[in-house]
């Protein structure tokens, strides 16, 4: 089945007591037993619950995954995922990437008796040299990275996985499977946080990872019920509602971010920017080989973090806020909010200034985007 018929179909028939073309919100927290041995195939909402599993059954269809766990926000998925390591364990992981995940990883990490190594992941070379670090028995790799839109090769890393025998997790969150699938690329796990494009609507908080093989969804079934990071039956329910239009929206964000991402390369102002489907950019034509479009996303520079203060202060149809992904055109200052955390020697190093921007962009018009970056820029 196509990506936009299972899409539009996602959750249908999936009640046949009633023939409900919308799945039903399963609150129930427990199942009856049909007797003493028997089961209906649910027994408790955290091990299993109808509403959820509809949309974890449809995320490892469209990713072409064996198997997929929700979870209660795209941070607890990347925890569980932690968890499939043992103590002792190194992991290789793209340095730019969200800085709630390198806190997470940085923080919590060592707990677990983790060790992280960051490198530039863009760079298949530094990879390689990391990988061959003795103990290094995982890859996280954010694709484009998050807020420098640097594109990694999925392919040969996914060889490089292989060839060194190490678990391959891709944080595919910015193009989601419409526009790229990492499993086809040698990926053993997809994840996402569902709360950007595929919920969409900044309504939901969640999390998902979609697993290659049979074996590895068992395994992350088993720490989404032991760990019980799970979401509701109402935001599995949301999710589904969602997928039935995210590849129309994913044109939609792609359309505009590109008529944005042509008016600021236009402007003098505007510095170091960053958007893959630009011609210039030098992701372009490595993510043409993997994706099947370039997102919504976009980051540049201005002059100065006063020039920002001006720019969030100034804009009328973007909004000033953290999250990406949903039908709201939005402005984030990365220095100050997403990798606020991230030692200032480290964002220094990684390029994130006080004078970088990151844009998600929306559903609205182009033209009153364009004319609202036109007006604070100056």
């Known amino acids: 089945m196509k990506t936009d018929t299972l899409l539009a ?30 089961s209906t195939g649910f ?32 941070l607890a998925a990347i925890d569980a995922l932690m968890r499939l390591f043992k103590p002792g364990d190194k992991l290789v992981a793209t340095e730019d990437m969200y800085g709630g995940t ?10 677990l008796g983790l060790e992280f190594i960051f490198v530039d992941s863009s760079n ?6 990391a990988l061959q670090t003795p103990g290094v028995k995982g890859l996280f790799v954010e694709v484009p990275t998050n807020p420098l839109l640097k594109v990694a090769d999925l392919k040969a890393l ?3 996985a292989a060839r060194y025998q190490v678990l391959f997790i891709v944080d595919n969150t910015f193009l989601t499977p419409v526009l790229c699938r990492p499993l086809e690329y040698g990926a053993d796990i997809s994840v996402y946080s569902a ?24 395994r992350l079934a088993f720490i989404q019920n032991a760990a019980g990071a799970v979401p509701g039956p109402f935001e599995s329910w949301l999710l589904l509602r969602s997928l039935k239009t995210l590849a129309l929206r994913m044109k939609k964000h792609e359309e505009n971010a590109l008529a944005v991402a042509r008016f600021l390369q236009k402007r003098s102002k505007v510095r170091n920017l960053h958007y893959p489907g630009l011609p210039s950019d030098p ?39 953290e999250s990406l992904g949903g039908a709201e055109s939005l402005v984030t200052f990365p220095f100050e909010q997403t990798h606020a955390d991230l030692a200032p020697v480290t964002r220094a190093k990684l390029g994130i200034t006080d004078g970088l ?4 962009i929306g559903l609205e018009d182009a033209e009153d985007l364009i004319q609202d970056l036109d007006a604070v820029l100056g």
């Not at 298949?124 to 040299?129: F, K, P, S, Y």
């Open 124 to 129: 298949a070379g530094a990879v390689e040299d």
């Open 9 to 38: 179909q996602a959750g249908s028939r999936r009640d046949a007591h009633t023939g409900a073309i919308a799945v039903p919100i399963i609150t129930s927290a427990a199942f009856q037993h049909p007797a003493l041995g028997e």
């Open 43 to 74: 027994d408790y909402s955290r091990t299993s619950n109808p509403t959820r599993q509809a949309f974890e059954q449809t995320m490892a269809e469209l990713d072409g995954g064996a198997g997929a766990a929700a979870f209660a926000s795209g």
């Open 357 to 360: 921007l990151r844009l998600s």
């Open 195 to 218: 709360t950007k494009y595929l919920g969409g609507h900044h309504d939901l908080i969640a999390g998902v990872a979609v697993a290659r093989t049979k074996e590895l969804a068992e």
């Open 283 to 321: 992701g372009r034509q490595l993510m043409s080989t993997q994706a099947r479009g370039f997102g919504g996303m976009i980051s540049f520079e201005v002059e100065s973090r006063e020039k920002v203060k001006d720019i969030l202060a100034g804009v009328k149809v973007f909004l000033f806020a």
């Open 102 to 111: 390198i806190r997470l990883f940085e923080q919590f990490g060592p707990l």
């Open 158 to 160: 996914g060889i490089l």
